[in-house]
């Protein structure tokens, strides 16, 4: 049994005030977790300088050595000192700590890092003579002295938490917080399109190994943005990102959101700012995914870069330590904002889907690609394209539906429709359109399951779905506490055009199904909509629980599937599909349809 005794037994220690030392390492402890911190907390004081370029330089994962120079406004040398103690900082004067504009504000920076490393700050003020330098060591300051630098600052930190083995213990390898640099670097950057980086190893001395250089963006605000954006994150995420930019009230959000189809398996991808503050916050995290929720399955995760910007007085940067949380005033509705305005943006996207898709596809088709699509790493098979790696030269002898040349002949306008014009019905299921510059390969069911969904909500907003009565109610029966959790839900499933009632027992009466989905299996459609209702949890929204429910509810008007279909049906399908924003996706985030370039398919047969 553990002793629960009080501990009489200690002896009494009287209360000491800590010197500066010990105070400026435990609060380093806070602001300084690994060198990745100090990087972050120096880029962020250049930044608050006015750089335009920052060049940053580490050696052995930033254990052994620290470094940043920027061309910014620069320290007087009377103030230098000041610079290095704890709660000293130009960047507020201490009456309004909710009107925070810079990055900094704590003053704690610099005394924090001195008291963890060896530091020495040298800086020329803006108009001065002559540039000089500090340093600690050991939590002691040197004197001023006279040193050369044309502008700026440059922070030199070394031997990091030399005087706190402790914390030296817990850090990783120097590839691991080697790796973590790079990240703060990058997130930094990607909010600061207009201040070049450079980012060096230089671990083996000399110049080192350039790791990272991202040159000052010009142009407006978007086209810097996407520049910036291409080189951190790839031009594949750019190309089939959207950008956003959206206002209401005092808040505003800008970005750049990917296309639902560019989805990836984890959250990696979310990139999420605050007044250009990168943030890790539970808010936005949330919202981002409940503006996605509509397009994606729970397992698959949107990649956006979003910078949320408002007034300083109505979010609270002083959560936290190290800065990464924030608090809004009012939560609620900067939630509804980013979800709106993020759906907006998706909206007018239309029915475009990520080009990553046709590029999944070519690689799995790609001939000189075969030896590694034959062997181990071939992609998920999807709409039928890694089953039939040598490409599109197989025999089309089970061609299910052709449509005559003259009928849509090369000069009909829908070849200069996005989508192209019907030209063939493969395997029942899949169109084949001519477009001006290519084809495009259509999952007629996948297709319609969204368009069908995409009706179904626009009549709920309307005046709510139409339904249709069945001529002889469809008796269910299920178990008692599924009767009872779907009679809990038959107000919101009528306005879904799903009507049904008690029928005594365990068993309920569905009288009418939603008219637009034609002939249904009732009772299917009931057990999946209690699927689906057990799969929401408390915190969905009835407005999120009614699409979900709708999404289901589309699965089962899938009329179209399965079936042969003439040319006018094929080209009235690609033509609804440019019309209804997110066709390009179906409800669970996979593409409707692929595209290939004519150049593509030359290049598939060698032929550039
Ligand atoms: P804070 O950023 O919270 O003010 P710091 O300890 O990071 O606290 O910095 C203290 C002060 O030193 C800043 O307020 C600023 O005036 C000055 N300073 C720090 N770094 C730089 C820099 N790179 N260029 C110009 N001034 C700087
Ligand atoms: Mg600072």
């Known amino acids: ?41 120096l880029i962020e004081n250049a930044i608050d300088a006015g750089a335009s370029q920052i060049d940053i330089a580490y050696a052995a994962g930033g254990k052994s050595v620290i470094r940043v120079a920027d061309n ?34 704590r003053g704690e920076a610099l005394a924090s890092l001195g008291a963890v490393g060896r530091l020495s700050l040298t800086s020329r003020g803006a108009g001065r003579d002559g540039a000089f330098r500090i340093r600690v060591h050991d939590g002691v300051m040197s004197g001023v002295e006279p040193a050369a630098l044309s502008a700026g600052t440059i922070v030199e930190l070394t031997d990091l938490f030399h005087t706190t083995p402790a914390r030296l213990r817990f850090l990783r390898s120097d590839r691991a917080e080697a790796q973590a640099i790079g990240d703060v670097v990058r997130r930094l950057a990607m909010a600061e399109p207009a201040v070049g980086f450079s980012l060096r190893d230089i671990t083996d001395g000399g110049a080192g190994r350039t790791i990272l250089k991202l040159s000052r963006e010009t142009g407006d605000f978007f086209d810097a943005l996407t520049g910036r954006l291409r080189r951190i994150l790839g031009a594949e995420f750019t190309e089939n990102a959207v950008p956003i930019d959206a206002r209401r009230d005092d808040f505003g ?4 959101v990917a296309l639902p189809t560019y989805s990836r398996g984890s959250a990696v991808a979310q990139y999420l700012f605050v007044n250009g503050r990168p943030v890790r916050d539970k808010l936005l995290i949330g919202a981002v995914r409940g503006a996605y929720a509509d397009f ?28 990464s949380e924030v608090r809004f005033r009012d939560p609620a509705s900067v939630r509804g904002m980013i979800v709106s305005a993020i759906r907006h943006t998706l909206a007018g996207a239309g029915h475009r889907s990520s080009s990553t898709v046709s590029r999944a596809a070519l690689g799995a088709i790609r001939p000189m690609d075969t030896t590694r699509v034959y062997q181990m790493d ?17 025999d089309f002898g089970d061609i299910s539906a052709r449509v005559e040349p003259d009928e849509t002949d090369a000069q009909t306008p829908a070849q200069d429709a996005p989508l192209g014009a019907a030209r063939a019905q493969l395997h029942e299921n899949y169109i084949i359109a001519q477009t001006r510059d290519g084809l495009v390969i259509v999952d007629q069911h996948a297709a319609h399951e969204r368009l069908v969904y995409e009706r179904l909500k626009a009549q709920q907003a309307d005046k709510g779905v139409a339904a249709q009565a069945l001529l002889i109610p469809e008796i269910v029966s299920l178990s008692g506490t599924d009767a009872a959790m779907i009679l ?14 008690p029928f005594g027992g365990d068993a309920v009466a569905v009288r009418a199904t939603p008219a637009i989905l034609g002939e249904v299996n009732a009772e299917h459609m009931v057990r999946d909509v209690l699927d689906e209702l057990k799969d929401q949890n408390t915190t969905t929204t009835v407005m999120a629980g009614i699409e979900a429910v709708l999404s289901r509810i589309a699965c089962h008007g899938s009329v179209r599937s399965g079936r042969r279909m003439q040319a ?17 996706q179906c409800n669970h985030g996979r593409p409707t349809y692929v595209e290939l370039k004519l150049t593509d398919i030359e290049r598939l047969f060698g032929r550039t």
């Open 253 to 256: 959000v800008t970005g750049l």
């Open 568 to 584: 006018e049906e094929m080209n009235a399908l690609l033509r609804e599909m440019e019309a209804t924003p997110h066709s390009g």
């Open 488 to 501: 809990e839900a038959a107000e919101t499933l009528a306005r879904c055009g799903l009507e049904i009632e």
């Open 378 to 394: 071939r992609p998920p098979a999807r709409n039928g394209f890694s089953e039939t790696p040598a490409g599109f030269g197989t």
């Open 296 to 323: 994606l399955s729970r397992d698959r995760h949107p990649a956006v870069m979003l910078n949320i910007d408002c007034p300083p007085e109505l979010v609270d940067v002083n959560v936290h330590p190290a800065k």
């Open 1 to 41: 049994m553990p002793d629960a005794s009080p501990k009489i037994d200690l002896p009494r220690r009287e209360i000491r005030q800590l010197d500066d030392a010990a105070i400026n390492r435990i609060a380093a402890g806070e602001v300084v977790e690994r060198p990745a911190s100090a990087i972050k907390e």
């Open 72 to 105: 910014g406004a620069g320290i007087p040398a009377e103030e230098l000192p000041l610079a290095l103690s704890r709660h000293a900082t130009s960047k507020i004067d201490g009456s309004d700590l909710l009107n925070i504009t810079t990055f900094g504000f």
